[in-house]
């Protein structure tokens, strides 16, 4: 079992930034990639961003390219997602996802690839 654990989730004015932090605990030897995803109230879960084992491939949706950034540190068995720019289209809940596979650039944004997920944190921006 994996455990996760979002942190980092807040309110902030548009334009501003927050970094969102995801540790892990458990099996974590076994998990391959890290994803975000988010979800707004009336809308379906969506893909954020995922990053490989190393850190060396990394996956965005194409609303958070050139804004956001993952990344890991594996000695710290954490995940980050650096988000800048923010707009108030970004408010949703936030949460961290980890798989035990090797995943494709397609099936990264997939969420039936992951198999543990955090409780989530909220991101709240105002226009």
């Known amino acids: 079992q994996v455990q996760l654990v979002e942190s980092g989730g807040g309110l902030v004015q548009a334009g501003g930034s927050l970094r969102l932090s995801c540790a892990a605990s458990g099996r974590t030897f076994n998990v391959y990639g890290m994803g975000w995803f988010r979800q707004a109230p009336g809308k379906e879960r969506e893909f954020v961003a995922a990053?490989?084992?190393?850190?060396?491939?990394?996956y965005y949706a194409d609303s958070v390219k050139g804004r956001f950034t993952i990344s890991r540190d594996n000695a710290k068995n954490t995940v980050y997602l650096q988000m800048n720019s923010l707009k108030p289209e970004d408010t949703a809940v936030y949460y961290c996802a980890a798989t035990l596979r090797i995943i494709s650039t397609a099936q990264a944004m997939e969420i039936s690839q992951y198999d543990y997920w955090g409780q989530g944190t909220q991101v709240t921006v105002s226009s």
């Open positions: 990053i490989s084992r190393s850190g060396g491939m990394t």
